[in-house]
């Protein structure tokens, strides 16, 4: 999948996309990322990229010519057809997995990122096609939620992560918290793995985490359990589990 990105920051991204996973995914071509520094199409001569805000108020927006000139350039790329483009806003819909699981799709996506009080709204009207939240909170600028978004899509690209079943195991337990993990050793300072995990019974083994993966997301996710389809055996387990608590 190929990101282009517009942004005025791109050196923001530099570490977090080129370490461990991210950057193994470029080297093996999986994904690609390119950047559009806004600044770069200012046909202002001192680069000037933002103004005031028509009608008064504090802060600046990002003014339409260097983000028209940028997406008509990007746009001459594509030969006309330019990719879905997203924009990212905490007015936008709220990114989760299903969401993600869905862009992983896209063979080509452009990534906006806005900065201080936003953008000529006769941009977003003219190029955007999706606006996407990362979560109900206020960032100094896109390219953080820019890059949550890469990070969470480009996993689910085949391929990118280790581990195939990695992936598909988690989508088996999507939409309920993971069960507790442990390794060696078996005593850590007096503090013990449970002993099922040493048993070597795979059946009660399976039972014992799906019984905790319930547990913590009923104790630290009720809202989850709204909307996951549970087995009768899930049901069993809920019932021991409220019974204990
Ligand atoms: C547009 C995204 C961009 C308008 C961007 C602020 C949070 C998110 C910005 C605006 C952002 C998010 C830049 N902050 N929750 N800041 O995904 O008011």
Known sequence: M??????LFPEMFE????????????????????????????????????????????GMVLMPQPLFDCFNYIKELYEDNLPKVIYFTPQG?????????????????????GHYEGIDQRVIDTFV?????????????????AMVFIDCVSRQIKGVLGNPEATAEESFSNSL??????????IYEGLKVPDILLSGNHKEIAK??????????????????VDVDLS????????????EL
């Open 129 to 145: 096609d999706f606006e996407l939240s990362i979560g109900d909170y206020i960032l100094t600028g896109g390219e953080l939620a």
């Open 208 to 225: 014992w985490r799906r019984k905790e993966s319930l547990k913590n997301t009923l104790i630290k996710r009720p809202d989850l359990l």
């Open 15 to 58: 570490s977090p996309m080129n370490t461990s996973i991210l950057r193994r995914a470029q080297e093996k071509g999986l994904i690609k990322l390119n950047f559009y520094n806004i600044r770069d199409f200012s046909k202002n001569k001192h680069g000037q990229v933002d103004d005031y805000p028509y009608g008064g108020g504090s």
């Open 93 to 113: 819909t709220v990114l989760n997995q299903r969401i993600a699981e869905e862009m992983a799709h896209e063979e080509n996506l452009i990534l906006l990122c």
């Open 177 to 186: 918290l993971e069960y507790p993990q442990y390794t060696r050793p078996a």
């Open 2 to 7: 190929i990101f282009d990105i517009i942004t």
């Open 232 to 243: 009768s055996e899930d049901r069993q387990l809920l019932k021991e589990i409220e019974n």
